[in-house]
Every structure is written in structure tokens, then in C-alpha cells.
């Protein structure tokens, strides 16, 4: 498009949003500037004359700026609007830079001045910007920038990064500028917003779309997800969200925010509940409100209600300037110190933050940390009210609070708390104390209303419950449900023992009342039978010494004890039931006047029924085999003709599980001595509670570790003082283990393939992953053919470092997904090619994925497991995989009872088949 330049204002607002930059190049309407953007312009100006004053005093060689004319000797150029091709840039001052070329030619570095104290990401693309067009007329890119905050201080930015940040963008803005009618970019809400000056416009347009972006958490990121789905409107999102059956938590687990669940509040005009909210009220409650200005981390203004049974008194701590700040601080910790033991309400994390800088700043106690109640928290994740944003203005409107200002904001009272300082007029001050006391109103409404919600949330109809919606009925229909779900209850596989009843409302609940949980009174008990037949008798002698009175002989009686065993016994080619009675005097002693059982029936006095070999078999079927404990108890039953239950083999893995709490150990001390570890984790349901296994290898021995969270704690406490490699897959809780580290090329190059199908028409993308493979393959193949071997492998790193430097360090990619592996590849770059510097080092996480995919595929078996056996479960299943690894029997490990896999000498496996040959006639000799 003719006459368009892509000037400083576009690049900048682009950072913001893309539709602000497009406004600002093509419309005429330019639109009306927020009262605080005013402010920051204003501030800047008063900023800059401050400094060019100053280096004008402090320099004799400045000259202004003339158009295109920077061949000047001058140190400083001042105000310079630089124009070259397509672009305008305009730069407080440009700074003449030592020369470093051996021609001794100068250049000049860009110098903005900016009208706040801290420096922002668009400042920065600013400078960027300035240096990008200065390099035209230079033609050096200039490496280093200056920024000149409100307190006078130079910065020195390095540019080398931005100008990667800038490249995009200024691709971007000149296809726009190219073409005659360039399409606008789509409306997406942001929180840059309420400052633009196209803001009604774009909500308008949003509003009229019902667009996604309408959502205050609803990101840039989410929004294409959503689309890929056909979900285009606020209004087709609220179809998505499907009531689920509510599981267990952890202890202190958030829950996550559900867009759809937001969608679907506002369709149905209903709060709808993850979670009641759950707060504790008190006798007396403060509730509290801070106003500061972030950007000087300057807090002027502390907002205090007391609720005291029906007596509210409010307390506004005002501080004309910084130097008030500490002032205001220590009034209000005596006041809330008036009340040690009521709780102080606030909404967000801003006053908590502030708390904290105050503490630190002026050396105060922290117990007021503890007593902080954030009431955000019972909202975010568990109750959804009908509005737009979690905001506590759209709140506030919803449970009917107000505020004198209509424009009432925290960005308005920045304006607000400037105009004071300016003029001192005092309705400044005073609105800004009107809207922090009006704001812990709000707060104090909305604590009530939530704690309204708890107690009411079943009799409420415009308020519904998200996993369980409510089913309204009349009283008769509520009758016909009960009758029909009674009718479903007893349809079952014992219905000729269960007949269908059909009663009256009054007689089930009747019936209900009555019934109580367990077996109903004088119902018939069982005993395990002992078995009549015996196979085998073995008689074992009288215990001869007293236990408790050393040397005392004991006395021979005529009582006899006896223990029956049920065992297995293993032979060469098959196992047997075996049935053998132990048999033996009591002996009794004259000073403790009590009988002993012998030695060897003594030593069966805690153990069931079964034997050794019986519930090694148990435990067998369970770990290796992976049948579910009814199946095992089927087996054994068809068998065997024995029958147990489900406890009894979990009783068999928690003995087993403290024999072997040994063997865990050795295997743990042998992991720590190999030179690399693999490590990985999955999901698994504990009685319906999501928590995860870790699984540590070293691809001989196997150990498994059980966490209620994510958080690699386990993995610190476990590899404290390991020096060896650590192979992971690239979860980032790994990257901050104390150890070299070797990614996972399988994961990636899984990643890599995956996503090549997903954009299969993206060239630049299909050029990266080829880039990729041509570097990969040859190592991969000098690997198969040699081994993992460093001697072999160190001809290739001058390869990698080639790829790194023409794909990752110096290139500008368009597409986000090749940008997103850009990252990964320097992010991990020492961790994806450990394996090129150390003899034997895997490059995949294989090992680990096998030794937990046993588990993976129990959990798809079992569904769940219980939370009291899983630890000796996994105790278990460590020995178990480690004899899997060493090409071991398990089965004839725990029937050995050794203790050390490594030492275990496995029966050589049968041959059952011979190579056939054939004769010259082609049969068989």
C-alpha cells in the first residue's frame, strides 16, 4: 500500500497486539488515547529535555539531527527521526561508538528515553527498532543501545537478542504494507486493553462474534486449539464441558480452571461448582486493599475494614510521598496487631507480594503472612460465576456491590494518584480513598456471598453443581424415580433370590432406616477348614532350654503341637501340592509354668496355611503374570483346590516385601555405582487419586519410587552425590538435577516426526527436521556399527556444532513450531550429545520405558490400586524387573530366598528344539 511506513508506533504496538498495529498503519480513525498512556508521554518528554539538558552541559560536540546525515564527527546526535526504505524510527539521541573495524570508520548506538522507572519488553523493541533502521544508513548494525529511565539511569542493552524478536515482525508489517487491502488481524482480547485506545472497537467486534477472546483467561495459545476443534464462540465452547465423576485429590492439590465450565456459566446464567468454597469465618474479620504504583514499587495507600459482629470501621493509611511509605506501614501493623486472631482478607496476589517487599524493606515480623485468606482462591478452579473474568469489578456488579466512580479501575487510579501529585487537589485524594474503601466492600460482599453459596448451594436454583448436576422432580416423580432405580438395583444375576418389591415411599425409607452397614445380627461365621488327609508327617523335636530362664531344662509332656502346611513343591518339569504336618512335644518349664512349642513349628507360629513355594506362586502371578487377585484366586481354586482371598495375597506380598526390604537396598547401592542412570515416570490411580511412579535403572537393576505430585524431590533425594550421567526424557523438573544429563534423542525425534505429520505443508518446518535427520543418521548408524563408543563418536561434534550454527544460533524461523524446537535444540544442547564425549552412554531413555511399561500395563488391567500395598508392590516389582533384565527367573529367585539378584544363578533354560537339516534330496534326515 502506497504512502504506508512502518514507523516506531506500529513495531511497538505490535508487541502488544497485532490489531493495534495494523490500526495504527491503515485506519484514519486513530482513536482516543487512556488518560495513563497521557501520563507516560507526558512523563517521558519532562524526561528527556532533563537529559538532553544534561548532556548538552556536559559535551561540546552535539549537533541536532539533520535528515539522513549521520557522517557528522559529532559524539551526540540529538533528536533523530531516522527514515530510510520503509521505515521511520525516532531516537532521543543517537551516541557516537568507539570504532572496531580496522578502517577506524565510527558508528553510532541508538539511546531512548522512557517515561517510567522499570524497563518494559515493548521499550526494549523500541531501542531494537531504532538500531534495525540505523543500520541502513550506516550500514553496521549497531550491537549495543542505551535506555534512559525517569531516575536519569543509563542502561545498556544488548541487541542481539531482539533484533531475532524484531525480524518477525517487521516481516510481517511489510506484507501487510504490500498489498493494496490487507485483511485485519482477529480480534483478540488481551490484557493491554483497557490502555489502547482501539479498545471499544475491538470489544465491540468481539461482542458482536461472541469471540473466544471474550474470556479473560482465554490465551493467544488456547484460542487456535479451540479453532482446530470448530469451536469459534463463546457459545459453541459451552457445549464442550461434560460433567465428570468426581475423584480423590491429593492433599493441597489446585484444581484447574475449566474455560468451558466458564462458557457454560455464562449460557446459563448459573454458578456452577467444582468445589463448595470452604472459608472459615470468624468473630472479627479485616479485610483488606493496597494501591501503589508498581512501577516505582511505591505503596501509598492502605485500605482496612474491620468487621466486628455488625460494627464495621474503616482505616485508610495515606502517604503523600515515598518517604510516608514506612509510616503508613507500621500504622497499619498496629492496628491489625489489635487482633491477633482474626484472619485478613484480600483478593489476588498483589497485597501478599506487597506484604512481603514491605516486610523485607522495613524489617517487620512476618506472622502477618499467616494470616493471610486469599479469596481468589476459592473462586479460581472451583466456582464459576456467570461473568467474563474473575475480576473483582465484574464480580463486585454481579453481587450487586458498586463504585462511585463509573470508571473505577486499578490503571484508573495510577491517573488518579498523578493528578494528586500534581495539583494537590484534594478530590483526588479523596476519590482514590472512596475507591479503596469501596473496593473492601466489594471484597467483604463477596466473602459473604461465597459463604452464602456453601450454605445454600442445594436450594438455589441459579446455582448448579458441575460433576452432579441437580435433578429437579416433583414429589411424585420423585417417588417414580425411587420405585424405577429399585427396579435397576435389583436386576441382577441373583434375581430369583431377589425378587422385585415394589413399595411404597414410606416403607423404603422405613427399610432404609433400619438397615445398617455389615452382615445382619446372628449371621453364620466360617473358619478356614484344616485339611483331614495329609501327605506327609515330619516330627520334629522337644525344644530342650527355657526361652526366658537361660539354662533351665525344660520337662517332656504329653501335649503335642502340630502345624499343617500347605506348600508347592517345584521339581525339574513341573510343581505338586504338597500337604505336611509338623509334629512335636511341648516341653514345659517349672518357673515361667508354661508350655513351648519346638524350634521348628515355632518358627511357622505367625505364618498361614500356605508355604513358602504356595505364595511365592501367589506373588509370581501377580507381578509377572498380571492377573488380578480374583483371577489368582481362581486359579489357585481349579488347580489346586485351594481356596483364599484377596487379602490373604496381599497379606503374601507385605511378608515378602519386608523379607526382601534388603534386596531393594543392594539393588539401589548398585544403580549409584554405574556411570548413567535412566529415570522416567508414569500416572497411576491410588483409590482413585492421581499419583505417580518413578522408575530409577541402570538397565541391570530396577528400583520403582511412589509420589503423591509431580515434583522431582524423589529424584534429588534419590541421585544426592551421584556423579554419573542421568537419562531422562525432557520433563523439565529433571533440569535442575545436580548431575551431567543425556536427553532422551527418541523422545525427540518421536516429537519431531509427529509433528512433521501434523504441518505437512510447512516447508521451513520440513527443512529443520531434515536438517535434523541428516545430522543424526550418520551417528546413529557409526553407533550400530561400532558401538556408543567416544573414540568413534568425537569426529562428529564438529558437525553438530555446524548444525547449531546455520539452524539454531544464527536463524530467524517464521513458523512457531519450528521456532518452538529451535528452543528445545539451545535449551538442551549439552544434554542432547553427552553420549559423544563418554564411552557407552545410551542416547535413548528405552531402558526405563521398558522397566515401567510392566506397570503401565498392569494399570490398564487393574484400573487402580490400593494405597497400604502399593509401595510393597513396587518393592516387589523392582526384584521382579531387575531379574527380567538379567534374563533371570523370578519365580526361582523368591523360591531360592536369596536375597541378591546379582549373586542368583539361574537354572539354564531347556533346549525344546534342534536345528533341522535336510540331505542333498531335500528330506529330512
Known sequence: MKDVIINTKAVVAFTRCPRKAFFLLFSKDKGKNHQYMHILEKQRRINRKRYLDSIKRDNISISFYEANDIDKNSDFLIEATLKTHDFEAYCDVITKAPSSSSSGRHHYEPTIVIGTYTIMKEQEIELAFAGYVLRYMQKILPAVGNIVDANSDIHRVKLDNYYKKLRPIIKTLKEWISISSPEQPPVILNRNCPSCQFRDTCRKKAEEDDDLSLLDRMTSKLIPKYHKKGIFTVTQLSYLFKPRRKRKRTKNANLHFKPELQALAIRTEKIYIQELPDISRHHVELFLDIEGIPDQSFYYLIGLLICNSNTNSHYSFWANTIQDEECIWKEFLREINKYPEAPIYHYGSFEPKTIDKLIKRYQTSDVIKERLVNINSFIYGQTYFPTRSNNLKDLGKFIDASWSAPEASGLQSLVWRYRWEETRNDNYKQTLVTYNKEDCKALQLLTDYLTKIKETADSQENIDFANKPKQNTTERGDNVHRELEHILKTAHANYHQNRISIQSKEKVDEIAEIKKRGAPKGHQGYIRLIPSKVGKTIRVPMRRKCPKHNGESLQKTEKMAEKIIIDLHFTKNGLKKTVTKYKGTKGYCKKCYKHYNPRMIKKFHNQQLFGHGFKSFAIYSRMVLRLPYRIINQTIEDIFGERMSSTAIMGFIRQFAQYYTSTEKILVK??????????????????????????????????????????????????????????????????????????????????????????????????????????????????????????????????????????IIDKDYESEITRKYQKRFRRYK?????????????????????????LAVQRKISGRFFEDITHKYLLLLGIAQTCKFQDKSFLKFLISKEKDVDKFKSPKHQKYSKPVTTNWTGKKS
Do not use: M
Open 670 to 807: 548398585r544403580i549409584l555405582e554405574s556411570p548413567f542412570v535412566h529415570v522416567d515416570e508414569t500416572r497411576i490411580s491410588i483409590d482413585g487419586t492421581e499419583q505417580y511412579i518413578w522408575v530409577f535403572t541402570d538397565g541391570k537393576h530396577v528400583v520403582f519410587r511412589l509420589t503423591e505430585t509431580r515434583e522431582t524431590t524423589v529424584v534429588h533425594e534419590f541421585l544426592s552425590g551421584y556423579e554419573g550421567v542421568l537419562i531422562s526424557d525432557f520433563y523439565p523438573g529433571y533440569d535442575s538435577i545436580k548431575c551431567q544429563q543425556q536427553k532422551c534423542w527418541v523422545h525427540l525425534i518421536r516429537d519431531l516426526n509427529d509433528d512433521l505429520w501434523k504441518s505437512p505443508f510447512n516447508t521451513e518446518f520440513e527443512t529443520f527436521v531434515f536438517e535434523v535427520k541428516t545430522l543424526i543418521t550418520p551417528i546413529f548408524q557409526t553407533i550400530g556399527k561400532y558401538g556408543s563408543k567416544k573414540w568413534h563418536l568425537n569426529k562428529f561434534k564438529k558437525s553438530v556444532e555446524q548444525f547449531y550454527k546455520k539452524n
Open 830 to 854: 549439552e544434554g542432547l550429545f553427552t553420549f559423544l564425549d563418554q564411552d557407552f552412554i545410551p542416547w535413548n531413555n528405552n531402558t526405563a520405558e521398558r522397566a515401567i511399561r510392566h
